[in-house]
Structure formats: C-alpha cells, structure tokens
C-alpha cells in the first residue's frame, strides 16, 4: 500500500539562543507544570546522552480525551532534533525541530510535523493542520516565558539546583556579570520523580497563572 504523508510546518523566532530551546524540550519535568493544562503524566524511562524515551499523557487542543504514548527524542546533530511519538490511537508522528541562530542571540525555530498513513487519511489533513499548528502554538506561547527567564537568570550566573551566587549570598548585584556562551549538556539536571514508575503527575487541571515577576 502507498502510503500519505500528512504535514505542517511551523516557525517562530526567540529571543533567546539556540541551546536554551532544546535545553527546554529536554527538560520533561515542566511538561505537566507549564503545559498541566495538555499533559497530566510524563515519565522518563530511558535517557542517556541526547537520547531520551519518554512516556506522556496528554490532551491535544479540540480533542475532548488525554492519549498517552512513547517518544523517543535524540539530536541529528546540533542544529536539528528528532522525535518519534507513537500514541495509542495507532499514529506514528515524526516530529523534527530546525534551529538557526540568528544575531543578538536570537533564534529561528522550524518544526516539521509528519504522519505517514493509509491514504483514506488525506481528508483528515486539514484537521491535522489545524490541530497541530494549534499545538505548536500554545506550547510555544507557554514555553517562551519560561525559556526568556532561563536565559535572562542564565546571563547573572544562574545554575540548575543551585541558583544566583550574589542572591544566595545577600550581595549586592555586580555591575557587570560575566557568563560562557549557553551549552546544551545533555542529559539535564531532574528531580528522581520524573524517572520513577509514578512519574510526574501534574499537581492540578485550573491554575490562576500569575506568570513570573520582573
Ligand atoms: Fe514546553
């Protein structure tokens, strides 16, 4: 049978670097934090390197039920990342990201969506279009808070489970910071719980969102 491919691409930029964006799809403890309104569950059950298999649970928008499924990520190399999710409605998606750096430490973010399937699925794909440029774009628009901080505390000398040293130590702030350029390392930092057999579970479905103060 000759299969169909059902695809999107989406792109935005950040005001961010490169790295500071994968470091964020790496980091699968804030999925049921900062997206608790699309995942209720995630799991890392293997990881090593940039190579990562995880489980989620999730509700994408439109739809009115939570499907869970396996994902295994890794890094084609430093500017592409790759995904395959195979959820329990059957789909395999490939999911990869395209990063381009730009000047000031900006980036360009491509993401290009696929599904193969039998071709009785084509006339789906504008629903596929519509539900995935949906995704991309809310996960981006609660994302991005997130990755800004990350680099903004990153610049004043912030480290995983550690903190600001000036802050830690009531000084205070420096004239001037000096920081390296930002690296991916992975794998990243996380707490036991994400990589138990309970794994994260998100702590509520309605939240007020404050958001974070400058
Ligand atoms: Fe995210």
């Given at each position: 049978m000759k299969?169909?491919a059902?695809?999107?691409?989406?792109?935005?930029?950040?005001?961010?670097?490169?790295?500071v964006i994968?470091?964020?799809?790496?980091?699968?403890e804030h999925?049921?934090?900062t997206?608790?309104?699309?995942?209720?569950?995630a799991?890392?059950?293997?990881?090593?390197?940039?190579?990562?298999?995880?489980?989620?649970?999730?509700?994408?928008?439109?739809?009115?039920?939570?499907?869970?499924?396996?994902?295994?990520?890794?890094m084609?190399?430093?500017?592409?990342?790759?995904?395959?999710?195979?959820?329990?409605?059957?789909?395999?998606?490939?999911?990869?990201?395209?990063?381009?750096?730009?000047?000031?430490?900006?980036?360009?973010?491509?993401?290009?969506?696929?599904?193969?399937t039998h071709p009785?699925?084509?006339?789906?794909?504008?629903?596929f279009?519509?539900?995935?440029?949906?995704w991309?774009?809310?996960?981006?628009?609660?994302?991005?808070?997130?990755?800004?901080?990350?680099?903004k505390?990153?610049?004043?000398?912030?480290k995983d489970?550690?903190?600001?040293?000036?802050?830690?130590?009531?000084l205070?702030?420096?004239?001037?910071?000096?920081?390296?350029?930002?690296?991916?390392?992975?794998?990243?930092?996380?707490?036991?719980?994400?990589?138990?057999?309970?794994?994260?579970?998100?702590?509520?479905?309605?939240?007020?969102?404050?958001?974070?103060?400058?």
């Amino acid at each position: 049978m000759k299969k169909i491919a059902l695809s999107l691409k989406c792109e935005r930029e950040m005001d961010c670097p490169r790295d500071v964006i994968i470091w964020n799809y790496y980091d699968h403890e804030h999925l049921t934090g900062t997206h608790y309104k699309y995942y209720n569950k995630a799991r890392v059950l293997a990881e090593k390197n940039d190579w990562a298999l995880v489980y989620r649970s999730k509700k994408m928008p439109f739809l009115p039920f939570f499907s869970s499924g396996i994902g295994f990520q890794y890094m084609v190399n430093e500017n592409v990342m790759r995904t395959y999710h195979k959820d329990s409605v059957g789909f395999l998606l490939q999911m990869e990201a395209h990063f381009k750096e730009l000047p000031n430490d900006r980036c360009l973010v491509t993401v290009y969506y696929k599904i193969e399937t039998h071709p009785i699925f084509k006339i789906f794909e504008p629903l596929f279009k519509r539900l995935f440029r949906s995704w991309f774009d809310a996960t981006w628009d609660e994302d991005a808070p997130m990755r800004l901080r990350r680099w903004k505390t990153y610049k004043l000398g912030f480290k995983d489970f550690y903190g600001i040293d000036y802050i830690n130590k009531k000084l205070t702030k420096p004239e001037k910071t000096e920081y390296e350029q930002y690296k991916f390392d992975p794998p990243i930092k996380s707490l036991p719980k994400i990589k138990s057999p309970e794994g994260e579970v998100r702590p509520f479905s309605k939240s007020a969102e404050i958001g974070y103060n400058d």
